[in-house]
């Protein structure tokens, strides 16, 4: 029962993901750009992150310089990268290929990162069960781009 609930949120959180690019796809449509789309997504997200941050009183790091530079930039420039290849791929593969195959993607670094333990990741060493379930992953990508 512990895992249940961030079992189901994760499922949720991935089943929003096509909503989101449909959502992006359709105003790039409107307004032209695949980045004019990505900025506006990324600036209303951005005004309702401050808003929840000012309602918790979510303090800031007393001395910014003490984050690693890279840290301030790296998930921002991962996500507007995320989100334009989710804005233009859709219309040219299809909803389920794109995703089956950022699905795949997500899988494949996943089992690299729990592997060695990197950016803080508890260490879950990959064996044959692991290696078999992003199998079948792929081999769903496949069956989808086939058919």
């Not at 993901?17 to 789309?37: D, E, K, T, V």
């Not at 309602?55 to 984050?67: E, G, L, N």
């Not at 899988?107 to 079948?136: C, E, K, T």
């Amino acid at each position: 029962m512990k895992v249940l609930i961030p079992m189901l949120l994760a499922l949720a959180a991935g089943a929003v993901l096509p909503f989101q690019a449909g959502l992006n796809g359709q105003l790039r449509g409107h307004l032209g750009s695949p980045f004019a789309a990505a900025l506006v997504s990324f600036s209303a997200g951005t005004l309702l992150l401050l808003a929840i941050l000012i309602a918790m009183r979510t303090p800031w790091p007393a001395s910014p310089q003490a984050v690693p530079w890279w840290l301030w930039v790296a998930g921002g420039t991962l996500g507007v990268g995320y989100m334009i290849i989710s804005i233009v791929l859709p219309p040219m593969l299809g909803v389920a290929l794109t995703f089956g195959l950022i699905v795949a993607g997500q899988l494949s670094m996943s089992l690299a990162l729990d592997h060695y333990g990197l950016l803080g990741f508890a260490q879950h060493a990959i064996n044959p069960w692991r290696v078999l379930g992003a199998g079948l992953i792929v081999a769903g990508v496949v069956l989808i781009r086939k058919f």
